[in-house]
């Protein structure tokens, strides 16, 4: 007769125990899409911002042209060099040139906190005076951090 109270009240606890368990899996839930919903807006809202502005010449020779967002956690800023043909220039060596600089620069720009936070890949594309496009330069999130 005890052996049955005693399955009885550890089924229960077993019950209890597992209730509790998806409670706290549906809330864990919940808070991490919330939170992942409040970034996406919050990344969405700085991108509209940057556009906002854009055109807009950001060092001599360089225009950032507009920001979007082609994937998740992807960063692409659209840019073009001023004083480029492609048809003349050595676009290796500016490519090799532009890359050091932006991992530094990356590293030390608080604009970019947000996606430093949430490792985003940056994609910084650049085309040449008369559009054509020149190369990409991908930099990943422990390249900045």
């Given at each position: 007769m005890q052996n049955k109270e005693t399955k009885k009240k550890q089924n229960i606890w077993l019950l209890i125990t597992v209730g509790a368990a998806l409670?706290?899996?549906?809330?864990?839930?919940?808070?991490?899409?919330?939170?992942?919903?409040?970034?996406k807006t919050e990344i969405s809202e700085l991108v509209d911002k940057y556009?906002?502005?854009?055109?807009?010449?950001?060092?001599?020779?360089?225009?950032?042209?507009?920001?979007?967002?082609?994937?998740?956690?992807?960063?692409q800023y659209n840019l073009?060099?001023?004083?480029?043909?492609?048809?003349?220039?050595?676009v290796n060596v500016i490519k090799e040139e532009i890359e050091k600089s932006l991992i530094s620069t990356?590293?030390?720009?608080?604009?970019?906190?947000?996606?430093?936070?949430?490792?985003?890949?940056?994609?910084?594309?650049?085309?040449?005076?008369?559009k054509a496009f020149l190369f990409n330069v991908k930099i990943l999130p422990d390249q900045y951090k």
């Open positions: 409670i706290l899996v549906g809330f864990i839930q919940f808070y991490f899409y919330k939170n992942v919903d409040t970034v556009n906002k502005n854009c055109p807009l010449v950001i060092q001599e020779g360089i225009r950032l042209d507009s920001v979007n967002l082609p994937e998740t956690q992807i960063a073009t060099l001023l004083n480029v043909e492609k048809e003349t220039a050595e990356a590293k030390a720009n608080p604009g970019l906190q947000v996606f430093r936070e949430n490792d985003f890949i940056l994609v910084y594309s650049y085309s040449d005076k008369k």
